[in-house]
């Protein structure tokens, strides 16, 4: 039986999303994003990114799915001067304007790695037990593979963040069977049945499952 909860009204939800704005270079690339019709992280979710990324202290992040930045530049304004970003994405074009963000944003090449490929083949290239947050946010129907090379990549204490855990109130449906629900779904059970985890899922975004790795 589920838990008897509150549910906020859409004002709320408004309000809670947009309670802390995130920087003017960040809210560009996500303006950037939606006018050409890719959607990029909610305000919420990038205040949440870099709460986390101060939090512990983060020196070497990973990211699935680049865009045109938002995440990105998010990260590397959450770490200190010595943190680095390794941000992954299957299209290079996309990569072009977080770039362009990131210098533009005072972060010199050396604070952030831009890798074009597929994650699933370039994710078992990184180094093991290296990383201090493994954000996916890159192709849905690959969320699987993302959380299983995520493991691998970061260090005891480290983070998992997946976000757009329930994707538009298709996850949540049981009667939803779409193959973003059940590879979603999956990806999920894999964090929740594994030992290696303490997790809560945060209703910011699409949804954010936040795992910590024990
Ligand atoms: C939601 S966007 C990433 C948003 C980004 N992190 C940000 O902060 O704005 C997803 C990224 O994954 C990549 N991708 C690859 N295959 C995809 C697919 N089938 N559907 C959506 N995105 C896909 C896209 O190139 C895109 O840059």
């Given at each position: 039986?589920?838990?008897?909860?509150?549910?906020?009204?859409?004002?709320?939800?408004?309000?809670?999303?947009?309670?802390?704005a995130p920087s003017p270079d960040v809210a560009e690339a996500r303006d950037e994003?939606?006018?050409?019709?890719?959607?990029?992280?909610?305000?919420?979710?990038a205040?949440?990114?870099?709460?986390?990324?101060?939090?512990?202290?983060?020196?070497?992040?990973?990211?699935?799915?680049?865009?045109m930045g938002a995440?990105g530049l998010t990260?590397l304004e959450?770490?200190?001067?010595?943190?680095?970003?390794?941000?992954?994405?299957?299209?290079?074009?996309?990569?072009?304007p977080a770039?362009a963000l990131f210098a533009r944003g005072g972060f010199?090449?050396?604070?952030?790695?831009?890798?074009?490929?597929?994650?699933?083949?370039?994710?078992?290239?990184?180094?093991?037990?290296?990383?201090?947050?493994?954000?996916?946010?890159?192709?849905?129907?690959?969320?699987?593979?993302?959380?299983?090379?995520?493991?691998?990549?970061?260090?005891?204490?480290?983070?998992?963040?997946?976000?757009?855990?329930?994707?538009?109130?298709?996850?949540?449906?049981?009667?939803?069977?779409?193959?973003?629900?059940?590879?979603?779904?999956?990806?999920?059970?894999?964090?929740?049945?594994?030992?290696?985890?303490?997790?809560?899922?945060?209703?910011?975004?699409?949804?954010?499952?936040?795992?910590?790795?024990?």
């Amino acid at each position: 039986m589920s838990n008897p909860v509150h549910s906020p009204d859409a004002a709320s939800w408004s309000f809670a999303e947009d309670y802390i704005a995130p920087s003017p270079d960040v809210a560009e690339a996500r303006d950037e994003a939606t006018v050409n019709t890719i959607t990029p992280i909610s305000t919420g979710v990038a205040a949440t990114l870099k709460m986390l990324t101060r939090a512990i202290d983060a020196k070497a992040v990973v990211e699935v799915g680049t865009l045109m930045g938002a995440s990105g530049l998010t990260f590397l304004e959450g770490m200190g001067p010595d943190g680095i970003l390794t941000s992954i994405d299957v299209e290079a074009d996309n990569q072009i304007p977080a770039r362009a963000l990131f210098a533009r944003g005072g972060f010199t090449s050396s604070r952030f790695r831009l890798i074009s490929g597929s994650p699933i083949e370039i994710m078992p290239k990184l180094r093991d037990g290296a990383y201090d947050i493994v954000f996916i946010n890159g192709d849905k129907l690959e969320y699987v593979e993302y959380v299983a090379g995520a493991l691998r990549l970061l260090r005891h204490g480290g983070l998992l963040v997946v976000n757009d855990v329930l994707w538009h109130n298709h996850v949540a449906d049981p009667d939803d069977e779409s193959d973003e629900a059940i590879i979603i779904r999956e990806a999920l059970e894999a964090i929740t049945g594994s030992e290696s985890y303490t997790q809560a899922m945060l209703p910011v975004g699409n949804g954010m499952l936040v795992a910590v790795k024990d």
